[in-house]
Nanobody
C-alpha cells in the first residue's frame, strides 16, 4: 500500500486559489489511481476529484468542474489539486486517498484503503 501526506492547505479569500499536494511513498504508487476527498463539519466525506494511474483519465464532482484541476507527477510520486475561484462552500478538510487495488478507478469511498492525515482549506464568507 502507498502512504500519503497532504500539504498546501490554508486560509484564502473567496475567488482566490490554492494548490494542494499529496506526496506518496511506496514502490507501486504509479500503479494506483489517487483521489481527493473533502469533509466539512457535520457533513459526510465526499469525493472531489480522481485521477487514474497514468494521468490521462480524470473525474470531478459537479460542484468543482471548471474550477479544480487534478494532476500527477509519477516520477516525483506527487498528486496535485489546483483550486481556483474558491468559494466558502469549498471550506473543508481535504484528504488524498488511494484505492485498495492497483489500477482501480472509483469514486466509492469504501474502495479506498490508504488515506493522508488531511489538510484544512478555509474560505471565509
Amino acid at each position: 500500500q502507498v502512504q500519503l501526506v497532504e500539504s498546501g492547505g490554508g486560509l484564502v479569500q473567496a475567488g482566490g486559489s490554492l494548490t494542494l499536494s499529496c506526496q506518496a511513498s511506496g514502490p507501486t504508487f504509479s500503479s494506483y489511481a489517487v483521489s481527493w476527498f473533502r469533509q466539512a463539519p457535520g457533513k459526510e466525506r465526499e469525493v472531489v476529484a480522481v485521477i487514474n494511474w497514468s494521468g490521462d483519465n480524470t473525474y470531478y464532482t459537479d460542484s468543482v468542474k471548471g474550477r479544480f484541476t487534478i494532476s500527477r507527477d509519477n516520477p516525483k510520486q506527487t498528486v496535485f489539486l489546483q483550486m481556483n475561484s474558491l468559494k466558502p462552500e469549498d471550506s473543508a478538510v481535504y484528504y488524498c486517498a488511494a484505492p485498495k487495488e492497483p489500477l482501480l478507478f472509483t469514486v466509492l469511498i469504501s474502495r479506498y484503503a490508504s488515506w493522508g492525515q488531511g489538510t484544512q482549506v478555509t474560505v471565509p464568507s
